[in-house]
C-alpha cells in the first residue's frame, strides 16, 4: 500500500515540475500587418513562386525559470508560408504557391531551420530564429543562405490601458515580426544586390 | 579664452538651430524596390523645390533642447526623386510638373519622468504646412505626424512602453527622427496625390 501511495506521489510531483503546460502560438494577420506595406505599385512584370512548406511543429521549451513549464508547439511551416507570401505581396501582384520549382519569374525556396527564446522577468522575452531561404531568378539560383533574426522586446506597464498583453502574445507578435525581418531586411538586401548584380549571394 | 570659445561655440550649436536636409532614404524602404528593377520607365516628370531655409520651432517640456530646426527646402527634391523614381524619369527643372515646398512648421518634443528623475524623451510630433503644386493646381496642406509614424497601431502590447519605443527616441537622435518622421509626411502627401 504503501508502495503504492509512494508512487502516486511520485507521480504527482512529476507533473507538478515537468513541462505540462501546452501552448500553441497562434498565426494572425494582426502580428505584421502594421509592419507590411499596402498600397504599392506593385510589379506586374514578374511572377513570384513560393515553395508551400508543410505543417511542421516544432516543440520548445523557453529558457528562463519563469517559462520552465510550458512548451510552446508552433508551427513553423504554417507561419513561412504567411510570413514568406506576406512580404511579397506588398510588391508582387502575383504570388502563388507551388509544390515544383519553377524555372521562370522569381522562384523562392525557403524554410525556418530553429527558434530559440528565453523568457525574462516582467514583461520581456528575447527570440532568436534562423531561416534558410534559396532564391532562384528564370532557373538561375541567386541565394542560398542562412539568415539569423533577433527579436527582443522588454515591456514596461504603461500608464494606459493594460491590454490583453501576456508572454505569449508577445511571443507570437516577436516570432511573425522576427520572420518577417529575415525577408525583409536581410533577404531584401541580398535578393536586390544579386539581382542588379547578377552574382549570386551565398 | 580659447576655452571660452569653444564652450560658448558648443553651448550655441546644442541649444540653437541645427542643418536638417533630407536624403529620401526613409522612402526607400517605405517604396517598392523591385519596381525599380522590374519596372519600365518610359516617362519624364519635372520637378522642383525652393532653394530656401524653414525655421522649425522646437517646444519641449525639457530645458535644455534645441530652440529650432532649421531646415533646408531645396532637400526636398530627393525625397521626390526617390519617390516619383519607381515609376519616371524624374528630372529637376524650375518650369517643373510638380512642385513641393515646406512652408513652415513645428517640432514637440514630450519628455516623461520614468525613473529616477532621468528625463526620457516619449514623443516626437511634427507639423508641417505644405504646398504642392501639381500641373497648376496649388493644394496648401497642413500635416502632423508623431514618430510611430503612423504604423504598428494593432500592436497587443499598446498599453505598454517597449525598449523600442525609448531606443528608437534617445535624445542624441532627435534630428534623425525629425528627418524621418518630415519624410514621411512628405510620403504620405504625394501618395495622397499621386
Known sequence: ?202 | MIKKILTIGLLSSFLFGENISLTGETLSQLGNPYKIIFGEKNKIIKVYSDKKEIKLKVNSNFNGQKEEFVLENESVISVMKQFYGEEYKVIVDNKSDISLNILSGEVSLDYTDLDNNIQTLREIVVSLNIEMNINGNKINKKITLDNTLGDKNNSDYQGFITNEDIMNLKIMSVKENVIRIIERELFNIMKETR
Open chain 1, 1 to 202: 500500500m504503501n508502495l503504492f501511495r509512494n508512487y502516486v506521489l511520485i507521480l504527482i510531483t512529476f507533473f507538478i515540475f515537468s513541462g505540462c503546460y501546452d501552448i500553441t502560438p497562434e498565426i494572425k494577420e494582426q502580428y505584421i500587418e502594421g509592419n507590411v506595406k499596402k498600397d504599392l505599385r506593385k510589379v506586374s512584370e514578374e511572377v513570384v513562386y513560393f515553395q508551400k512548406n508543410d505543417i511542421k511543429i516544432l516543440a520548445k521549451h523557453p529558457d528562463g525559470i519563469k517559462a520552465k513549464p510550458y512548451t510552446l508547439n508552433s508551427d513553423i511551416g504554417t507561419l513561412n508560408n504567411f510570413v514568406g507570401t506576406s512580404y511579397f505581396k506588398q510588391y508582387f501582384n502575383n504570388v502563388s504557391y507551388t509544390d515544383d520549382k519553377k524555372d521562370k519569374g522569381i522562384y523562392i525556396k525557403s524554410y525556418i531551420k530553429d527558434y530559440n527564446f528565453v523568457y525574462l522577468l516582467g514583461y520581456a522575452i528575447e527570440l532568436k530564429t534562423q531561416v534558410h531561404i534559396e532564391a532562384y531568378y528564370d532557373g538561375q539560383q541567386v541565394i542560398n543562405k542562412d539568415y539569423v533574426s533577433e527579436r527582443n522586446i522588454y515591456a514596461m506597464m504603461s500608464t494606459g490601458v493594460f491590454g490583453d498583453a501576456n508572454l505569449f502574445t508577445l511571443f507570437s507578435e516577436a516570432f511573425h515580426e522576427a520572420v518577417l525581418n529575415v525577408y525583409k531586411n536581410e533577404f531584401q538586401k541580398d535578393m536586390l544586390t544579386a539581382l542588379k548584380t547578377k552574382i549570386p549571394v551565398k
